[in-house]
């Protein structure tokens, strides 16, 4: 039974794209076409050395937006207001799941390598706003993004979590082995389990996995 291994639980970190909405909303392929534009317009290249990159950027620096940081300097603050910039209208509210982190005991967070304006938007867009006690961007890990240690040991010090009583949900099984060598249970959240020392748990559905919690 899960609920055993999450009573010393304080506090609950959560995901924000592909935890908190399902991935059939497909909202990360709108952001992923205005970055692959705005790569495009700051480096002066065609779409597909733009995928290129980003796919390097990634795979090196963890994001597009830190790649172009080590590597060109660029300005974070425009670059998550515009790659940002996108419909909502595909997110539905979802009392139920909303439900299921209200009744979490402790404090409940939102850590994204998004932004924070945009994660309020989504969670706004979810009917999920009440139930968090904080929203975290990678502007609050001074831009170093997930799956860098660094980035957690940023955001969890400005929250003042303690790692040893805290639980961590995401859809990125790399975005887990970090908090979990910081001493958080973990949870991976979507249709692949993957046999890893770092990841605790798995669910397909996060709202009756919660549930099971309460």
Do not use: C
């Not at 970055?35 to 963890?62: F, N, P």
């Amino acid at each position: 039974m899960e609920k055993q291994f999450f009573a010393h639980v304080r506090t609950w970190v959560f995901d924000l794209d592909n935890t908190l909405y399902p991935p059939a909303a497909r909202l990360f392929d709108q952001i992923e076409v205005r970055m692959t534009d705005w790569v495009m317009q700051a480096l002066s290249v065609d779409r597909a050395e733009a995928d290129r990159l980003r796919l390097h950027y990634w795979q090196t620096h963890g994001t597009t937006l830190a790649g172009l940081m080590a590597e060109h300097g660029v300005d974070p603050h425009p670059y998550l207001v515009d790659v940002h910039d996108i419909s909502f209208d595909v997110l539905q509210p979802d009392p139920a799941l909303a439900a299921a982190i209200a009744a979490l005991p402790g404090r409940r967070i939102v850590y994204t390598n998004g932004s924070a304006p945009y994660a309020r938007k989504v969670l706004a867009a979810r009917g999920l706003t009440a139930v968090f006690d904080a929203v975290y961007g990678v502007e609050h890990a001074d831009f170093h993004p997930k799956p860098a240690p660094l980035a957690y040991q940023t955001v969890f010090g400005r929250d003042g979590l303690d790692p040893a009583t805290a639980a961590m949900f995401e859809d990125d099984p790399r975005n887990l082995a970090a908090p979990h060598a910081m001493g958080l249970r973990t949870v991976l959240v979507g249709p692949d389990a993957h046999d890893a020392a770092h990841i605790q748990h798995h669910t397909t559905d996060l709202t009756a996995f919660l549930a099971a919690l309460a």
